[in-house]
């Protein structure tokens, strides 16, 4: 396949630029991109990522004072620097080369290659690097430790791989929709590319011994080895680490712990002895108290277990049970979850874990013979019985919390099936926790996509819940310390406010939408969103489309615009807080606010201070695309990428944000090819309304010239002016850089839609916006042709049934007949479509029998005698979006219509392709069939003669 690759990389290749060399299908893997960064605490250092598409990358230290480099850690990720801003340690990689060759041979994970570990001590060369490692942890706030895991080495036995006999007997167990279930979920997770060494997954204890885990203290170098653990974590200060230590498997007189070690005093202590299986290892903030579930009084083989919440606090002998099935407080027929999430309230005064209803044992006196596959879809179910496929795993595991206050000594019931979810405050210690439900509501989500909710408060100590509001239609945001609750009524389109008593309406008086101007689904706008509340709670900041607005809780005082005279409406500038200190949830005016801005005309964007009640700063508005900035924890420095349509992404740093310096420099290559230029484009559609989209041309365009185009769109892409589009393999859409780089123009127009009529909407934009550019002289008129996947697909169809201008059309995974695609289920989630017409993407608005000629009419299907133009569809059967036989539907009836019509299935993928290998493969044929229709380039045989079944896997076609 490489070969063919190679082969066809100048296949129907523009002449060549006097200077510059076009695009190819060669140059994909080496394309670089940046990937993680990092600031140290006193922003002297900062690590970053620079990645290829496939390969090795590698890791970069750098010196912000100088620019200088001082260390590349090829391959190296994950990287951390310690508190103290002297230690950066990382993982780093296998060759890629490696693992793709031992996945090659099919190797188990076990198998696989493994990770190592780095340390560098900064502002030396000082490196250290350790083999074969899972994981590694150094705590939050301290720069003195690090812990790493070392990785499973693979026994005999689990080298030892099922016979097919093994595999065709399991197969015969699975009932057929949980095969297409779970095929879909497999293919949405995607391929294993740089596949890491993990833990093993946490079973009962003796299912495996543990690994290594060394201790390593950053300043002096010296390391401890404590063996067989299974499971291991650090106080976020420091002060502990707490390990899940298991039984050897030769010796059985060593039994499974769970082991804390001082790190100060250099003292490992056996907190309790003897069990089979120990969970969910927690440390409170300061390390003096540790919490676990464990499993200690059942046979390894019992068919039912039954868990406790184990507590240990500082001067006891051992960890004591706190919480076990006959607890006061815990629910009858309940029991601990062994897949509890155990965590301490800052304050290290309440203890959280899960809980769940016990499970009937499973029944073994029924042979699997003669036990029948059956799913029994019922119209009173919460959700369908796909859905609840989908979810199955999860749902096994699924637990509600429940609150242990150590002083009081007493458990608490929080959450449960009619109140899943508990939102906590306060970082656990809040006065007020809050709870929603739809219980009773939740099949209206199949036709409406969401649920009307009520919504309560619930005192933590006592259980009591308050009833705040009822069938609620919108978002909520409860305050940081939980003495307020914030919430977005989407049918008042108001925020309202309570406040232990009373509530109110809090956004009265702000003079413009705090919804989605632009929205145009029929639904309900939401919200532009809340930024987060003041130190205190003392007031709430919310979002209209440019500005910031402050809101006060109480209801005392009216809302304010937070930039004032400098709002951001007057410029058509839209401002967002960029929250660079994850650690601190209240808003202050303490420190400088950092705001992005975004210019809605020109689309530049930039980053502001806000400090001294106003935004600093004039001329901060840029021709580029800028990512969330960075910061670091002690010091006024920032880091951020910088990217435009012909600037690759590099990574800058700044100080105060007044200057700037870059720091990469990736894709230099960029410089050999032909490239090409971004711009901005406006007109009036058919119906007089004003509109804008992206013209990318050559960068050798010549005026003189005529150049065939291709509109590309989905919704609205406008505002990616400044964006990078590297050359790479993409999921189906299209390939701008490379189209633009070989001598195409490509047109990206935005859409805007009205109830009911979205085939009407596409051509009204997209038609309108294509003849408004071949006024040009410089546009080949006779060679126009259409590319779009998904939605994008389903605008492609609205088109050809409405316009023969179109020379060539590309489909990927579109929608035919909404007729059939309204009740079918998109398998990547198990839930039904309906939705989707009624009041998402699809725009409808109505019951397919409510408005069955409103179905009709938008789709193509019905209409397919007026298409004169060639298709290309590519439809997949695992897609997990658009059922596969929409594509298969449309195919027949163009085959039968005698139309020019190809189908792209590629077996076992997604919606959006997922294998780099398929995504090449389509990039190849899309330029091939481009090319042979708009230039009159030679076709290849996939497109003169197809593949027959029997040439499958011998015979590509691409030649």
Not at 54 to 61: A, C, I, Q, R, S
Not at 191 to 196: T, V, Y
Not at 405 to 420: E, G, R, S, T, V
Not at 576 to 582: I, L, S
Request: charged share 25%; proline share 4%; with cysteine.
């Amino acid at each position: 396949m490489r070969k063919i690759f190679c082969l066809l990389a100048l296949v129907g290749a523009t002449t060549m630029h006097a200077q510059k060399k076009p695009l190819d299908h060669t140059i994909y893997d080496g394309w670089q991109s940046i990937g993680e960064r990092h600031l140290s605490a006193d922003g002297k250092w900062v690590a970053y990522a620079v990645n290829p598409q496939e390969g090795d990358g590698t890791l970069y230290v750098q010196s912000i004072a100088d620019k200088r480099i001082v260390r590349t850690i090829p391959r190296g990720y994950s990287a951390l620097i310690s508190a103290d801003s002297r230690y950066l340690v990382c993982r780093i990689k296998p060759f890629y080369a490696d693992t793709r060759a031992a996945r090659i041979k099919k190797k188990k994970s076990e198998e696989m290659p493994k990770d190592s570990l780095a340390v560098l001590a900064l502002g030396t060369d000082s490196l250290v690097k350790k083999a074969g490692i899972a994981s590694y942890k150094i705590p939050q706030q301290s720069g003195q430790w690090l812990a790493y895991h070392k990785a499973q080495v693979p026994t005999r036995a689990s080298v030892n791989t099922a016979t097919q006999k093994t595999v065709d007997s399991l197969q015969k167990k699975v009932d057929s929709l949980m095969q297409l279930v779970v095929q879909i979920k497999q293919v949405k997770g995607g391929s294993a590319d740089g596949m890491d060494a993990e833990d093993p997954a946490d079973g009962a204890a003796g299912a495996n011994t543990g690994t290594d885990l060394v201790l390593r203290n950053l300043a002096t170098g010296k390391e401890h080895t404590f063996a067989n653990i299974g499971d291991y974590v650090f106080d976020k200060k420091g002060n502990r680490l707490l390990m899940k230590a298991l039984k050897a498997a030769k010796d059985s007189a060593i039994a499974n712990a769970i082991v804390l070690y001082d790190l100060a005093k250099d003292k490992l202590d056996t907190i309790l002895k003897g069990g089979n299986d120990f969970r969910g290892l927690a440390l409170s903030e300061d390390g003096a108290k540790a919490a676990f579930v464990a499993e200690r009084d059942s046979s390894t083989k019992a068919l039912q277990k039954f868990y406790g919440v184990y507590l240990y606090q500082q001067g006891m002998d051992s960890a004591r049970r706190i919480v076990f099935n006959n607890t006061p407080g815990l629910p009858q027929q309940w029991r601990v979850s062994e897949h509890s999430n155990i965590t301490f309230s800052k304050s290290g005064n309440r203890l959280f874990f899960g809980t769940a209803p016990i499970a009937a044992p499973k029944d073994t006196s029924l042979a699997e013979i003669d036990q029948v596959k059956l799913d029994i879809w019922h119209y009173n179910d919460d959700y369908l019985q796909s859905q609840q496929l989908f979810t199955l795993q999860q749902d096994l595991k699924r637990n509600y919390t429940a609150l242990f206050d150590i002083a009081a000594q007493k458990m608490l019931q929080l959450a449960d099936k009619n109140f899943p979810v508990v939102l906590q405050t306060g970082d656990g210690d809040g006065r007020y926790f809050f709870v929603a439900t739809d219980t009773g509501r939740r099949v209206q989500a199949q036709w409406s996509g969401r649920t009307l909710k009520d919504l309560y408060a619930i005192e933590p100590t006592t259980g009591k819940k308050i009833l705040l509001a009822t069938k609620l239609d919108g978002q909520t945001y409860a305050s940081t310390t939980g003495k307020y609750m914030l919430w977005y009524d989407a049918a008042k389109r108001q925020y309202f406010c309570w406040d232990g008593t009373a509530t109110r309406q809090v956004s009265k008086g702000i003079p413009h939408p705090l919804f989605d101007e632009e929205h145009d689904t029929p639904i309900e706008p939401g919200p532009y969103g809340v930024m987060g509340w003041h130190k205190a709670d003392s007031f709430a900041y919310v979002y209209d489309r440019y500005d910031v607005w402050r809101l006060d809780p109480s209801g005392n005082l009216p809302a304010k615009n937070l930039f004032g005279t400098a709002s951001g409406r007057k410029q058509a500038i839209t401002y967002r807080f960029e929250r660079t200190d994850t650690t601190n949830r209240f808003i202050s005016f303490d420190e400088p606010l950092v705001f992005s801005a975004f210019d809605n005309k020109t689309k530049k964007k930039g980053l502001r201070l806000f400090q001294g009640g106003q935004l600093t700063g004039s001329d901060f508005l840029q021709p580029f695309s800028l990512g969330s900035p960075i910061k670091a924890k002690d010091a006024a420095v920032w880091a951020y990428t910088k990217e435009s349509f012909t600037h690759a992404p590099n990574l800058f740093v700044s100080e105060n944000l007044a200057n700037e310096q870059r720091l990469s420099a990736t894709n230099p290559q960029q410089a050999q090819y032909n490239w090409g230029t971004a711009e901005l484009v406006r007109w009036k559609t058919f119906d007089g309304k004003q509109t804008e989209g992206i013209l990318y041309k050559p960068e050798d365009f010549d005026s003189t010239k005529q150049y065939p185009m291709i509109a590309y769109f989905y919704e609205k892409l406008s505002d990616g002016l400044y964006s990078y589009n590297a050359p790479a393999p993409t999921p189906s859409r299209l390939n701008i850089s490379f189209y633009v780089s070989r001598g195409y123009l490509v047109f990206a127009p935005d859409i805007s839609y009205t109830k009911g009529q979205p085939a009407k909407d596409a051509y009204n934009y997209i038609v309108s916006g294509v003849q408004h550019l071949a006024r040009n002289k410089w546009v080949d008129k006779k060679n126009l042709a259409v590319q779009g996947q998904s939605w994008g697909g389903y605008q492609v169809l609205a088109l050809l049934v409405q316009t023969n201008m179109f020379k060539a059309a590309w489909a990927g995974a579109p929608v035919a007949n909404m007729t059939s695609a309204y009740g079918g289920i998109r398998w990547e989630s198990g839930v039904n479509r309906q939705f989707q017409y009624e009041k998402g993407q699809s725009r409808i608005g109505y019951t397919l029998w409510e408005r069955p000629d409103l179905y009709l009419q938008n789709s193509p299907l019905f209409q397919l005698p007026k298409i004169k133009t060639p298709l290309v569809i590519m439809s997949n059967d695992a897609d997990g979006a658009v059922p596969w036989y929409q594509g298969i539907e449309l195919f027949t009836a163009m085959r039968r219509l005698n139309k020019p019509v190809w189908l792209l299935n590629y077996n076992g993928e997604a919606h959006n392709l997922v294998e780099r290998k398929n995504r090449k493969d389509i990039q190849m044929r899309q330029q091939q069939y481009f090319d042979w229709m708009l230039k009159g380039a030679q076709p290849t045989k996939w497109i003169t003669d197809g593949v027959p079944a029997v040439e499958k896997g011998k015979e590509w076609g691409l030649l």
